[in-house]
């Protein structure tokens, strides 16, 4: 219980109050949403809860909070204060509920550009999330591994951000690679045979600075360094075929389905053809709860070679 506490708070600290509040009247369970992206939704449940007051579900400014535990009725009372309207949760029990997904095949064609290496970034991102949020214990090894590479500034969101700026969370330092992150980089550039890249890596040990890091970024691009960044990707979607799919129920999982198959049918097609070097049959999806505006969509993503550089096209599937 002091863990899913310290959740709480840690969530309310960064003005993060999002409740899904039941549909039934006799409900007694509140769900109050922890950590949702495409890897993981996860929610802290306020059991057999009594709530009072009125709760802004568009509110988006800064929150005030209490909390408090009651040892003769044992149980917590929680006020929170969305600006002058204030709501308060009376609760026995916090836990922690968490869902796992695979995130292997999850693109968000958000900022065009080199969009294979933003979808890197962008699953490295939701997988370190999930990993500062929820812990280890829901994270494969290999992912925990992974996970660093947010820390590599030619990967992350300094040379190729998945969203608009205005939608990044900004760390500390971003040009700064850790020594994990090199490590993991070494780990797969030694895996992929690529020596030149190697020999990059141990310059960038030397010398890890913000014109290095964005000439190191650009040289991700390069067809020679195809084999590393392709090992990568491969990777990610290895871990994460130890997780699910979502699901949404009969018809919809049929639709998908079929949107599925018919990408897999383009993308023989196409490689039959030779008309690519790799294809990538990518996704994009709904929450299955508190669900967000997105619907269900599939794209092939194209590789082809250009002069210097990779280069790629997206085929939308249509049902």
Avoid at 204 to 209: L, T
């Amino acid at each position: 219980m002091n863990e899913t506490i310290g959740m709480l708070q840690e969530l309310l600290e960064q003005n993060q109050f999002e409740l899904l509040i039941p549909e039934e009247p006799d409900a007694k369970d509140i769900r109050l949403v922890y950590l949702m992206n495409d890897a993981a939704e996860s929610f802290l449940i306020f059991r057999n809860a009594c709530m009072t007051g009125t709760y802004k579900s568009e509110y988006e400014g800064e929150l005030e909070f209490s909390l408090s535990h009651d040892e003769k009725r044992e149980e917590y009372i929680l006020s929170v204060w969305q600006g002058d309207s204030v709501v308060t949760i009376l609760f026995p029990r916090l836990e922690l509920e968490v869902h796992l997904y695979n995130y292997g095949g999850i693109a968000h064609f958000w900022v065009p550009g080199y969009e294979y290496l933003r979808q890197l970034e962008y699953r490295i991102a939701i997988l370190r999330d999930k990993l500062d949020y929820l812990g280890e214990e829901y994270c494969t090894p290999g992912e925990q591994k992974l996970a660093m590479l947010t820390d590599f500034p030619p990967l992350n969101y300094c040379c190729y951000p998945a969203v608009p700026a205005k939608y990044i969370v900004p760390i500390d330092d971003p040009w700064s690679p850790s020594l994990e992150a090199l490590e993991v980089m070494e780990e797969l550039a030694e895996e992929a045979g690529d020596q030149s890249f190697q020999k990059i890596l141990k310059a960038y040990r030397h010398f890890p600075v913000r014109p290095f890091s964005r000439w190191i970024g650009r040289q991700l691009r390069r067809k020679k360094h195809a084999p590393l960044v392709d090992l990568l990707t491969d990777r990610i979607c290895e871990e994460t075929k130890k997780y699910p799919c979502r699901s949404y129920g009969g018809t919809a999982d049929r639709e998908i389905g079929e949107l599925l198959k018919k990408a897999e049918s383009r993308k023989t097609e196409l490689l039959e053809k030779r008309k690519a070097r790799r294809i990538e049959v990518m996704r994009e999806e709904p929450f299955t709860t508190a669900k967000d505006s997105l619907g269900f969509q599939v794209w092939v993503m194209i590789y082809q070679d250009g002069v210097l550089n990779r280069r790629v096209t997206m085929e939308k599937i249509e049902g």
